[in-house]
């Protein structure tokens, strides 16, 4: 079985607090957008989960999130003898904020409850994902969704009005860790970006959304590269441009294909450009 992972973008990422276990509190608004990680499920063979992947840079163990939900959907299922091996296509760009780990995960629980005939609802497959990661309950539903807690808890948020996206991946990066170690030296922010944005969705309304688009991470991480390439964003005619998630992706709005077309070729030389939409994604 062929499944598809689809990547996302965060609207806003408030940053709320910090549990005593160590946990942030979030509240963000995530959109799934069209370019995707694919993976391939084969059963049988010796017991266990074995992973196989086009990008070498990724780990084949527990560390990997397909691994990890692949154990949790076999152990939950009484399926432990099973034997699975899952080949990664990996299109997302790593490190760049945009869930590819997460996708891919939620996309793992997905085909394994079909292949299976498990027939386990989207809330028992997003409470399976918590365990893997905090964006992988989003992932399994996908299309837009205001996100709180730790971010596992999902509610369905209105889809960005009709647009396009280009997404630049400059070639710096940074580990979710690091980047909330960052976040920790700094304040709390006094302002909170979310119910502008949902607003800005029930109305709408593309350019109150691009006006609206906030990160916390975006505004202690300090990437020199980041800022460069939203300055360029910004430049070159993008209704918005924010860095997605910890970063280092950064994404601009536009209103036309012509004009996120024309927007790529100033980006020459910042970093990995592709273009996309906003999309339901499964």
């Known amino acids: 079985m062929k499944v598809k992972a689809f990547g996302k973008i965060n609207l806003t990422l408030d940053v709320l607090g910090r549990r005593r276990d160590g946990y942030h509190l979030l509240d963000t608004v995530m959109q799934t ?4 990680d694919e993976l391939e499920i084969q059963t049988g063979g010796e017991r266990g989960v074995r992973l196989e992947c086009n990008r070498e840079s990724l780990p084949l163990d527990s560390k990997n999130t397909v691994y990890r939900a692949a154990k949790f959907f076999l152990e939950d299922q009484g399926l432990v003898n099973e034997g699975l091996t899952i080949y990664i296509h990996k299109f997302i760009p790593s490190r760049s904020g945009m869930g590819g780990g997460s996708a891919d995960a939620a996309a793992v629980l997905r085909g394994l409850n079909e292949m ?62 690091r980047a909330y170690a960052l976040l920790d030296q700094y304040p709390l922010s006094s302002t909170q970006a979310t119910p502008r944005m949902m607003d800005a969705l029930e109305a709408g309304n593309l350019r109150r959304v691009a006006k609206g688009l906030a990160n916390r991470f975006d505004e202690t991480i300090r990437m020199a590269q980041v800022r460069g390439v939203k300055r360029a964003m910004l430049g070159i005619g993008a209704l918005g441009a924010m860095m997605t998630g910890s970063g280092s992706g950064v994404y601009g709005i536009f209103e036309t294909e012509q004009q996120a077309k024309a927007a790529m070729k100033g980006l020459e030389g910042l970093g990995k450009v592709f273009l996309v939409r906003p999309c339901q994604g499964v």
């Open 33 to 36: 957008v069209s370019i995707w």
């Open 116 to 177: 299976y005939g498990a027939g386990l609802s989207d809330e028992k497959l997003m409470e399976l994902g918590a365990k893997v990661g905090a964006d992988v309950p989003f992932c399994v539903t996908g299309g837009a969704a205001r996100c709180t807690g730790t971010g596992t808890e999902v509610s369905p948020a209105p889809m960005m009005p009709e647009c396009w996206l280009v997404v630049c991946k400059p070639p710096a990066g940074m580990s979710t860790p």
